[in-house]
């Protein structure tokens, strides 16, 4: 069972009088998000080739949401989730702008995306992979820690990657109006063996840090 304890929100200088985004429960990638995190044989083949087609397309223009506003709750998560030590995969990494921070503040960085056009116009100097998040080009417990920023979950593939007491970081940007969202409680429900966690809010956004309980550890 897991145990996720919420930390008092904080606000975010003009962060906006209402949460950009277009997301709810409505929206077509939150119904995919909750498939792939739930459901067997919420993934296949010709949905990772739609996914991957879609953000090629959005990649010319996801600099246009990148702003400070955006990094706030990462940057939360970071200072009182306490996630510990790299090296971290962070999966749906985009155009990496949040590549920099998780190597200030938690180690080396291996930045996995699908969509090649959005890595072809990330930000230098940042090791990228190519990958579909269902099946990861990575070995098992490789990661002391996997960061989704607005991704997609697949929590197979996260507990075959993450190390033993490797933490996970969950990032929603806009919180419920992200388009791929999940709160806390579901993210650790949906990942194998019990978890203890935080999480909390930061501006529009919601963010939570996961630790597995030693004695379930399955990957």
Do not use: Y
């Not at 962070?90 to 291996?110: A, F, K």
């Amino acid at each position: 069972m897991a145990d996720i304890i919420r930390l008092e929100p904080i606000d975010v200088p003009d962060p906006g009088e209402e949460a950009p985004g277009p997301g709810g429960p409505d929206h077509p990638m939150r119904k995919v998000t909750r498939q792939v995190a739930f459901e067997e044989g919420g993934w296949s083949g010709e949905r990772s080739a739609k996914v991957a087609a879609l953000f090629d397309g959005l990649s010319e223009i996801w600099h246009q949401n990148i702003s400070d506003e955006r990094h706030a709750p990462l940057l939360d998560a970071l200072a009182r989730g306490n996630p510990g030590r790299g090296p971290v995969v962070e999966l749906g990494c985009g155009l990496c702008d949040s590549t920099p921070l998780l190597e200030r503040h938690i180690g080396p960085v291996v930045a996995v995306d699908l969509s090649m056009g959005m890595l072809q116009r990330a930000t230098p100097d940042v090791a990228r992979v190519r990958g579909d998040a269902g099946e990861l080009p990575l070995p098992s417990n490789c990661a002391g820690s996997v960061v989704m920023i607005n991704a997609l979950l697949f929590p197979e593939e996260v507990d075959r990657i993450l190390a033993p007491g490797g933490t996970v970081v969950w990032v929603n940007t806009v919180g419920e109006s992200t388009p791929i969202h999940l709160p806390a409680e579901d993210v650790a429900r949906a990942l194998p063996g019990d978890w203890s966690g935080v999480w909390s809010t930061a501006g529009h956004g919601l963010w939570g840090v996961f630790r597995r309980s030693a004695e379930s550890v399955t990957g």
